[in-house]
C-alpha cells in the first residue's frame, strides 16, 4: 500500500467519477489502496456474483471489507451473497456479509421484521464466540436493525442489553467499539427526526 488518505482518494473519485473498467483493473493490481478506490468508482449494477466472489478471497483487513460491503450493498449480486458471506467461517468473508446487512438495514423496507428478528437472534447467539472484526460488523448490523427497522428499536435495545460490550481488538488505533444499547438509542431518534 502507499497510504493515500481517504480524503485524497475522495477528490480523485470527484474527478474520475464512474469507470468500472478502471475499477477492476485496479483491484487487480493488488495494491491495498487502488483497491480501496475501485470500490468507490465500481458501477454495482456491473459487478457479478463471480467479481464479488473474487474479490472476498482476497479481502484481508477490515478496510477492504468495509468498502466491498458498501458496493455490495448497492449491487443487487452482492445483496444475494450478504447471507451466504454472514454464514461463512472465514473472518472477513464474515464481517463483510453482516456489513452489508448494517448498510441495507438503512433503507425503508429493505429487511423485513422477521428477517430483523432472525439476524438479532443470531447476533446475541455468536457475537462473543465470533471472530474480531466479524464481532464489530455484528455490533455495528445489531445497531442499524434497531435504529432503522420499523418496530425493532426496543428488541434490539433488550438484545444489546444481554450481550453488553462487544471486545475487539483494533490494534494501534484510537478505534473503539461503540456500546450498542445507548447507540441504537441515538441513531433511532435521529433517524425518527430525521423522518419527522
Not at 7 to 34: C, F, P, T, Y
Not at 82 to 96: D, H, L, N, V, Y
Not at 104 to 109: F, Q, T
Not at 177 to 182: D, K, Q, R, S, V
Amino acid at each position: 500500500m502507499y497510504g493515500v488518505k481517504f480524503g485524497d482518494m475522495a477528490k480523485l473519485v470527484r474527478e474520475i467519477k464512474q469507470d468500472h473498467a478502471l475499477a477492476l483493473e485496479l483491484w487487480d493490481s493488488g495494491n491495498h489502496d487502488a483497491r480501496v478506490l475501485a470500490t468507490m468508482i465500481a458501477d454495482p449494477d456491473q459487478l457479478t456474483a463471480k467479481t464479488f466472489t473474487a474479490w472476498i478471497k482476497e479481502v484481508d483487513n477490515h478496510v477492504t471489507s468495509y468498502q466491498v460491503a458498501g458496493i455490495a450493498a448497492k449491487s443487487a449480486a452482492g445483496r444475494k451473497l450478504m447471507t451466504k458471506w454472514m454464514a461463512a467461517r472465514g473472518e472477513w468473508p464474515s464481517a463483510t456479509g453482516w456489513g452489508i446487512l448494517a448498510q441495507v438495514a438503512s433503507e425503508p423496507d429493505a429487511v423485513s421484521i422477521a428477517d430483523a428478528r432472525k439476524y438479532l437472534a443470531t447476533i446475541e447467539k455468536q457475537i462473543h464466540d465470533s471472530k474480531n472484526r466479524v464481532k464489530y460488523s455484528m455490533n455495528t448490523a445489531m445497531i442499524a436493525l434497531g435504529a432503522y427497522v420499523p418496530k425493532l428499536e426496543d428488541d434490539a435495545v433488550r438484545i444489546a442489553e444481554r450481550i453488553g460490550q462487544v471486545e475487539v481488538d483494533h490494534g494501534l488505533t484510537a478505534c473503539k467499539t461503540p456500546l450498542a444499547e445507548p447507540y441504537i438509542r441515538k441513531a433511532a431518534a435521529h433517524h425518527k427526526a430525521k423522518l419527522a
